[in-house]
């Protein structure tokens, strides 16, 4: 009898980068939810037959979810997400799942207690790390811990995994307590290859793009690739940046133009933000949203739906294709092994 693929269930999908990553490393995703509606159609336009709910997770997860879902509990491979963590303080106290009611975490918290996957996957941004000095991120470990797995983080660059931007992602990664033993999973190995933007940019093919104002084209126009403010006259760059012109620091995001061979800096939810611009090496304007996309390495025929700036905001929250792919595959992998042992 054909062995079956690995099952996932994907939370906080967005446009589908991570969920994307995990497919190529050969799980089956049975379920994605997903809040938003331009980014819950993007899944549907791509993936007719994968199995999008458009719904506040708030909704689902109060709910019987291995009947929801067909899948008995403990018999879910992985569950994948990366939570919105909102601000919040819980310094000092000890708190267990019910007190995280209202967190998006705590709704994730709540799909690994009713499902209890054998492994689960949660991405963020690395500065959840340091957020009120490393206690809202060691809640969530507490509560996830709770819930019944063993944990192991770390921070991991998309730009060592064959993407071509710098962009740091806090990866967690949990294994149920009865697997531990049986089920390893190793981080991925960073590649020796590290590509740039001229390996990515070529013969992008042609889509929406919101370009600069006109006074603000004709200034970066000045900008040489590889430069900043600093690389154009003073008297330009005070009258551009005003008051940000007194601002301590380098501010080396302002008029920032980016070079070929360089990788993008991390790829934003906005074609154009005065402090963090990211001005195309070539011509005087953003990226347009497919060479976006191209950066965060959807496929060319990944198409978005929404307006031009859901578009922009969709590409911009997603996970690196690449990077999702590489971490999904060592999962696959320790899960592959561990079954063979049985």
């Known amino acids: 009898m054909d062995k ?156 060592e995994y064959g993407v071509a931007q710098k962009r740091e992602r806090l990866i967690t990664i949990g294994i149920r307590n009865d697997l531990v033993g049986k089920l390893k999973i190793d981080f991925p190995a960073p590649h020796s290859y590290k590509p740039v933007l001229r390996d990515v940019l070529q013969d992008v093919p042609a889509s929406a793009g919101a370009p600069y104002s006109e006074y603000k084209r004709k200034i970066f126009a000045l900008v040489p690739p590889g430069g900043y403010w600093r690389d154009i006259p003073p008297e330009i760059a005070k009258e551009y940046m005003k008051s940000c012109w007194n601002m301590g620091g380098g501010r080396t995001g302002m008029l920032r133009r980016l070079h070929l061979d360089e990788p993008s800096l991390a790829v934003l939810t906005s074609p154009s933000q005065k402090q963090t611009d990211r001005c195309h090496p070539l011509e005087p304007r953003p990226f347009t949203v497919r060479e976006n996309a191209r950066i965060q390495c959807f496929p060319d025929d990944w198409a978005f739906a929404g307006s031009v700036g859901s578009q922009y905001k969709q590409v911009g929250n997603a996970v690196p294709v690449l990077l999702a792919y590489a971490i999904a595959k060592a999962i696959h992998e320790g899960l592959e092994q561990a079954s063979c042992g049985d």
Do not use: M
């Not at 690395?126 to 819930?147: K, P």
């Open 4 to 159: 079956q693929p690995l099952r996932a269930i994907e939370l906080f999908a967005g446009a589908g980068g991570l969920a994307l990553g995990v497919e190529k490393a050969g799980f089956r995703t049975i379920a994605l939810i997903e809040l938003n509606p331009d980014a819950a159609e993007t899944l549907k336009i791509n993936r007719p037959h994968w199995n999008v709910l458009q719904d506040d997770i708030a909704n689902i997860s109060p709910l019987d979810l291995p009947e929801v879902f067909g899948v008995a509990k403990g018999e879910l491979d992985l569950l994948s997400g990366g939570a919105p963590c909102q601000s919040f303080s819980y310094a000092g106290k000890r708190l267990g799942l019910e007190d995280a009611r209202g967190t998006l975490f705590y709704h994730f918290a709540v799909f690994l207690q009713k499902l209890q996957p054998k492994a689960f996957l949660f991405e963020n941004v690395r500065g959840l790390l340091t957020h009120n000095h490393g206690h809202t991120y060691q809640t969530i470990l507490d509560i996830f811990s709770e819930t019944g797995y063993t944990i192991q983080k770390q921070v991991l660059n998309a730009w």
